[in-house]
């Protein structure tokens, strides 16, 4: 588990491809820089898609954690 | 944070200049291919890639303001089967998808001039989704890498 405060947190399991990323930038969008956020995804996509796009975008990817049928996304907005 | 740069990118402050116009030619009107298309749009878009969407035939007809959120059918290679698997996965549709993508990043929808003659339809027949109208020529001076024709 991360020591990282989740600021907020999304649900995303059961989205179809792009979604969970599509609610992931909404969340970093709308969020103050500092803020973590905590994204389940149950998206095969989502494995590569957030890691990409948080590297694209110059955020942090604090944690991935696979878990039964989804994973866990970590991320810092960090400007 | 707003960065504006010389071509006017860069809404959500990505580092900009590098990269690749995604050049898309939508022809087919059918749902899945829309969906695809869509799906491509708004990853490109998301990567900080500008996209310009060119509609032509049954593409541009499915933009039609009033049938834009009906039933397009989908490929013949689909089947029932394949419809229903399409269907039940509870996708965001197309349009809302190009939608994002818009709001997300450098994204133009034109319709093909030649196809709105064809239709006799003016811009106040589509949706506002789409920017406005191109001929072929307008496209591929816009157009400086591949084209890709779904």
Redesign the interface.
Known sequence: MTTAEITRSIDAR??????P??TL?GAI?EGQVGDVIEVLSSDEGSKT?IP??VA???HELIEVTPDDGYSRFVIRKA? | MLVVTAQGYGRQGYAMGTDDRLSLVLFSGTDDKLQAAAVLTVGAAAMARPVDVFLQYWALDAFRADRILKDHGVSPEAGPEGERAMRDQGKTHWSELFRQAKDLGQVRIQACADSMEMFHITTDDLDPLVDGIWGVASFFMEADGPVTFI
């Not at chain 1, 059961?14 to 979604?19: F, I, N, R, S």
């Open positions: 059961g989205m179809a491809c792009p979604g990323l599509m930038i969008r898609d990409a796009w694209k975008a110059k400007r």
